[in-house]
């Protein structure tokens, strides 16, 4: 019996060309234990940041309300005054910088780390729907730590959604431009294949 000849074997032009599986390649080309402390660090180091400004500020205004009343006279008085609200304000700046990197750092491992659980639990997909639920859950427990309002923890959730959002579309743009697969491409592609089928 001949054997057959794959390179005789004549392929419908009509047809889709074969994809691969979805992708579960690790977001933003990174995996998980290096990207977690990545973005935390990142975090802490914009939290540190704007706590060391907003921080030695309020020192600073703090320092000159409780000295209102004993203002120096001389030189020698001024500049020991400037000196010790110098020192107070980077003192405070300091203590502040930390607290809010620390804080900062936290919610958005948390962030990172609900984004992967999430993955995990879907089988490995990752597109912008495990990104919005992990923006809505930082931004629930954010609220319930805070024991916000209501209405605050809704404008809250609000940011967490459009956050979420706009984080996942980005990643999931990223992903389409090095030529992975999402699944809910797929499925809007499939569909429309198939109306054009019955169309035909």
Same mark, same amino acid.
């Given at each position: 019996?001949? *054997?057959?000849?794959?390179?005789?074997?004549?392929?419908?032009?009509?047809?889709? %060309? %074969?994809?691969?599986?979805? @992708? @579960?390649?690790?977001?933003?080309?990174?995996?998980?234990?290096? !990207? +977690? %402390?990545?973005?935390? @660090?990142?975090?802490?180091?914009?939290?540190?940041?704007?706590?060391?400004?907003?921080?030695?500020?309020?020192? &600073?205004?703090?320092?000159?309300? *409780?000295n209102?009343?004993?203002?120096? @006279?001389?030189? /020698?008085?001024?500049?020991?005054?400037?000196?010790?609200?110098?020192?107070?304000?980077?003192?405070g700046?300091i203590?502040? &910088?930390?607290?809010?990197?620390?804080?900062?750092?936290?919610?958005?491992?948390?962030?990172?780390?609900v984004? *992967?659980?999430?993955?995990?639990f879907?089988? &490995? !997909?990752?597109?912008?729907?495990? /990104?919005?639920? $992990?923006?809505?859950?930082?931004?629930?427990?954010?609220?319930?730590?805070?024991?916000?309002? +209501?209405? /605050?923890? $809704? !404008?809250?959730?609000?940011? &967490?959604?459009?956050?979420? +959002?706009?984080?996942?579309?980005?990643?999931? $743009?990223?992903? +389409?431009?090095?030529? !992975?697969?999402?699944?809910?491409?797929?499925?809007?592609?499939?569909?429309?294949?198939?109306?054009?089928?019955? *169309?035909?």
């Amino acid at each position: 019996m001949a *054997e057959s000849n794959p390179s005789a074997i004549i392929n419908d032009p009509d047809a889709p %060309p %074969p994809l691969s599986a979805p @992708t @579960t390649a690790a977001r933003l080309s990174f995996p998980f234990h290096f !990207r +977690l %402390p990545v973005a935390a @660090t990142g975090a802490f180091a914009a939290g540190l940041f704007l706590g060391l400004s907003h921080g030695a500020q309020m020192a &600073g205004f703090r320092f000159r309300a *409780e000295n209102s009343h004993r203002l120096p @006279t001389s030189p /020698t008085g001024w500049y020991l005054y400037h000196k010790s609200k110098n020192y107070h304000m980077a003192l405070g700046g300091i203590k502040e &910088g930390l607290k809010m990197g620390g804080k900062v750092g936290l919610w958005v491992g948390g962030f990172f780390t609900v984004e *992967e659980a999430v993955d995990r639990f879907r089988g &490995g !997909r990752r597109d912008f729907f495990s /990104t919005v639920i $992990a923006g809505l859950s930082v931004a629930g427990g954010f609220s319930a730590w805070n024991r916000f309002p +209501l209405i /605050t923890a $809704a !404008r809250t959730a609000k940011v &967490g959604l459009i956050s979420g +959002l706009a984080f996942g579309l980005a990643q999931d $743009a990223l992903n +389409l431009a090095k030529g !992975r697969r999402l699944a809910y491409v797929d499925f809007v592609l499939g569909r429309n294949r198939s109306r054009k089928a019955l *169309e035909s």
